[in-house]
Nanobody, 127 residues
Framework: QVQLIESGGGLVQVGGSLRLSCAAS????????MGWFRQAPGKERELVAA???????????FVADSVKGRFTISWDNAKNTVYLQMNSLKPEDTAVYYC?????????????????WGQGTQVTVSS
């Protein structure tokens, strides 16, 4: 069993920055790959970024084109925490952001592949 607790959301002006944190608990957490999704009102949930610790290079990351160059995902093993650093925020980044874990252990884009979800944290970018 994996439990995910997000924090770090809030209200920020255009061009500002926020860092979201996802603290994970569970003895088997190290086997999971992690993703950050977001869902805006009336829109489908979309993958923003994902990270795994598997693979020849020790891991891989994915960042959606819509946020590439502005968002960065990272993993602090010692703290069992995944971060989403969001810079140069735009009004279209406004959404509820969710942290999720998938037991496959590698980066996947479909929300249906993720087994555990956090409660979500609201990010609002004002113009």
């Amino acid at each position: 069993q994996v439990q995910l607790i997000e924090s770090g959301g809030g209200l920020v002006q255009v061009g500002g920055s926020l860092r979201l944190s996802c603290a994970a608990s569970g003895r088997t957490f190290s086997r999971y790959a992690m993703g950050w999704f977001r869902q805006a009102p009336g829109k489908e949930r979309e993958l923003v970024a994902a990270i795994s610790r598997s693979g020849r290079s020790g891991g891989s990351t994915f960042v959606a084109d819509s946020v590439k160059g502005r968002f960065t995902i990272s993993w602090d093993n010692a703290k069992n925490t995944v971060y989403l650093q969001m810079n140069s925020l735009k009004p279209e980044d406004t959404a509820v952001y969710y942290c999720a874990a998938n037991g496959l252990g590698y980066v996947v884009k479909s929300a249906t592949e993720y087994d555990y979800w956090g409660q979500g944290t609201q990010v609002t970018v004002s113009s």
